[in-house]
């Protein structure tokens, strides 16, 4: 029986020939991940631990992103503790304020993560770097702490749904419209235990920050992970990024599926997920009027260049709507600078809206933008779940980048078409 | 493993790790402070009632969303002994074992089962019974692969037996 594109991937980093879904396997590790939430508890773990030190000091990666710069005295003494890790242990691939961002931005620019890796973090949205053609998945502390100390991990070998996306999208439709609507097809537990995988003529249509997007929201889908195939886009990003060799692996053509799902893009229309759960999806001819209190475009789902440049199209010229505040984070250093240079920051600016150093924080209700009883916030985040960005009573509506910056002209959910016909 | 015995708390599907333990308590890892603030967004009378050995029953995917291992450890510290669920969430289901808190997966039990309700889990067998309806249930037990994990309490107890 033929292997699909993780299970080959498995197969590979357990040193057998073939592995099939369900079978439990242990696994070599590429790369491990944590950040300042859930390092903390990984080193207090490790540190139980009978061992000596990491098991490679190259090959961990710990990034300060979620509550830095510090929000407060417990963060900042989290962070110290990280620090001081990754100091005695020699961490190569520790990322401090001055050269962190958004941990599932920063690792594949940094060429971090390339294709054919097995890449465990601890944090949910680890998933991201299947879009490179990667296993990547979210695990816990104390699982960081094993793969820290040891270099393994074990998996139960996952079966997989198959996407196969045809078509080209229309203008302002992105990756985020397509993970949405997947969501909302399969709920959020339709892929629990397994890998979405993603194939079909349509990919070529997406740019790596579209296969981010999907890729990352996997986890809501209840993934276990999310994976495209390696093409010519894939393979000219590796180039651009990383100085590490990669391994192309392609699943067998008699490779079994537990479902196949085939979504023609061009049908797609901007879609937003209402609150509490991500699977609420409404597409954007179907929300009514929703006035809102405040708009975030960033994180690791929506903080890339490509977003950013959506976002400056759709409010150049413009300005936010009285009573929204407009809250914008580059997800990392790089597109910061990138977004400077191209004049994106100077439309938000004159816009009235604000642009924050790269952070998680208002995704989480962490800080930097958290909200107040019955306030209603777009954001191009992942999470829409009770409390997720502030008060119990306040929420969220998930969207793309194109959604989020034409909500904010307009001062209720709307799309790019809505504000270009506003003037 | 010692069987679990208490009274039931109940929830629905898809009790996330956003309302187990809300992110604004995540400055802590301190397993006490994170207790003191467990299903807090849920249900905010939660740590006011619940009593050591008592057992959450929840339904489908309980403990989506984040990797946060502070969810498993908020409930096991606010004395919580099992968590019987249709189906969990798989990072959280990870983090569970890791840790030692046990849970079990089984679809009739979670369903049936009411707020209030005292539960045994005999973990052995994968048996669970609930006390005042007089009904029993076959949980799924743990594969042999996480039973030796949580022989040692833990993932850490196991890889030190191991070096």
Known sequence: MGMTMTQKILAAHAGLESVSAGQLIEADLDLVLGNDITSPVAIHEIEKMKVDGVFHKDKIALVMDHFVPNKDIKSAEHCKCVREFACKNEITNFF????????????????????????????????????????????????????????????????????????????YISGKDIILHIIGMIGVDGALYKSMEFTGDGIQYLNMDDRFTIANMAIEAGGKNGIFPVDAVTEAYLKEHSKRDYK????????????????????????????????????IDEVGDVAIDQVVIGSCTNGHISDLRIAAEIMKGKKVAKNVRCIIIPATQQIYLEAMEEGLLKTFIQCGAVVSTPTCGPCLGGYMGVLAEGERCVSTTNRNFVGRMGHVDSEVYLASPAVAAASAIAGKIAGPAEVQEVK | MKAACGTV??????????????????????????????????????????????????????????????????????????????????????????????????????????????????FDTGVITDKTKGTSYQGQAFPPFMQKIIDCEGLVNYINQKQ
């Open chain 2, 9 to 122: 708390f109940k929830y629905g599907d898809n009790v996330d790790t956003d309302v187990i333990i809300p992110a604004r308590y995540l400055n802590s890892s301190d397993p006490k402070e994170l207790a003191a603030h467990c299903m807090e967004d849920i249900d905010k009378d939660f740590v006011k009632n619940v009593k050591p050995g008592d057992i959450i029953v929840a339904t489908k995917n309980f403990g989506c969303g984040s990797s946060r291992e502070h969810a498993p450890i908020s409930i096991k510290a606010a004395g919580v002994s099992c968590v019987i669920a249709e189906t969990f969430a798989r990072i959280f289901y990870r983090n569970s074992i890791n840790i030692g808190l046990p849970i079990i997966e089984c679809p009739q039990a979670a369903r049936d089962i009411e707020a209030g309700d005292e539960v045994e889990v005999n």
């Open chain 1, 248 to 283: 192309i692996y392609e699943a067998d053509e008699d490779a079994e599926y537990d479902e196949v799902y085939t979504i023609d893009l061009s049908t797609l229309k901007s879609t937003v997920s209402f609150p509490h759960l991500p699977e609420n999806t409404r597409t």
């Open chain 1, 96 to 171: 401090d304020v001055g050269q962190m961002g958004i941990e599932h931005a920063l690792l594949p620019e940094q060429g971090l993560t390339v294709a054919g890796d097995v890449i465990i973090g601890a944090d949910s949205h680890t998933c991201t770097y299947g879009a490179l053609g990667a296993f990547s998945t979210g695990v816990g502390s104390t699982d960081m702490a094993a793969g820290m100390a040891t270099g393994k991990a074990w998996f139960k070998v996952p079966s997989a749904l198959k996407f196969v996306l045809t078509g080209k999208p229309a203008p």
